[in-house]
């Protein structure tokens, strides 16, 4: 069974502490790791996909690599606005494509 | 706006109660997912579509059935609810490896 397990569950940074959010992931096959962005009562925001190990993808002051087990969602010099929960999901090469996520960490950035 | 739109965005109703949401996927997208959202839980996966035919299943229950139709929008219908049915439901829609979630429908049951 394929399993996504992120930690931590909840992050206070003050702004401009860099921090990293981790996501380690058990599947048969990966077919891509997802980061998305949930803010209160909103939906999943796309952030990026990962492939492969060693595959590493940047957006403005997020960097997200992959190794074999996990990821990593790297926020370099964070604002209050990046406050949000950061999901972590995986597709495995199973019928049906769907994304098996975690539970996700609660990231909280204040002034 | 992402593209994929779901309604109603709220929808208070009583326990024993059914009720039908509704998604429409993004243009050209042939996959529809539906997922779970509770308070103590994290996004789960319920059922899938691909242009009108269940994919995939998911931990969905009995009582909730699914459905999506030659337009590509589809339809979540919950039966007998009850008070731990209260969740945000979400809708996705794909194409290839492009996922795209909708905002969601929140569901509190009373």
């Known amino acids: 069974e394929d399993q996504v397990t992120q930690s931590p569950e909840a992050l206070r940074l003050q702004e401009g502490e860099s921090s990293s959010l981790n996501c380690s992931y058990t599947?048969?096959?990966?077919?891509?790791l997802f980061w998305y962005r949930q803010d209160p009562g909103k939906g999943p925001e796309f952030l990026f996909t990962?492939?492969?190990a060693g595959e590493e993808k940047e957006k403005e002051r997020l960097k997200a690599t992959l190794t074999k087990k996990e990821s990593f969602l790297h926020i370099t010099a964070p604002k209050p606005e990046d406050s949000a929960t950061y999901l972590c999901?995986?597709?495995?090469?199973?019928?049906?494509?769907?994304?098996?996520f975690g539970g996700g960490t609660r990231l909280m950035v204040k002034p | 706006d992402s593209g994929v739109t779901q309604t109603p965005k709220h929808l208070i109703t009583a326990t024993g109660q059914r009720v039908t949401l509704r998604c429409s996927p993004r243009?050209?997208?042939?996959?529809v997912y539906w997922y779970q959202q509770s308070l103590d839980q994290g996004l789960q996966f319920l059922i899938q579509?691909?242009?009108?035919?269940?994919?995939a299943k998911g931990n969905i229950l009995e009582r909730f059935s699914a459905q999506q139709f030659p337009d590509l929008h589809s339809e979540l219908n919950l039966s007998s609810l009850e008070l731990g049915d209260s969740a945000l439901y979400f809708c996705?829609?794909?194409?290839?490896?492009?996922?795209?979630f909708g905002s969601g429908t929140r569901l509190t049951v009373v």
């Open positions: 996705a829609s794909s194409v290839a490896w492009d996922y795209t």
């Open positions: 599947v048969s096959g990966l077919r891509g």
């Open positions: 990962l492939y492969s």
């Open positions: 999901a995986v597709r495995a090469g199973n019928a049906g494509n769907m994304l098996t």
């Open positions: 243009s050209g997208d042939l996959s």
């Open positions: 579509y691909y242009n009108g035919e269940e994919r």
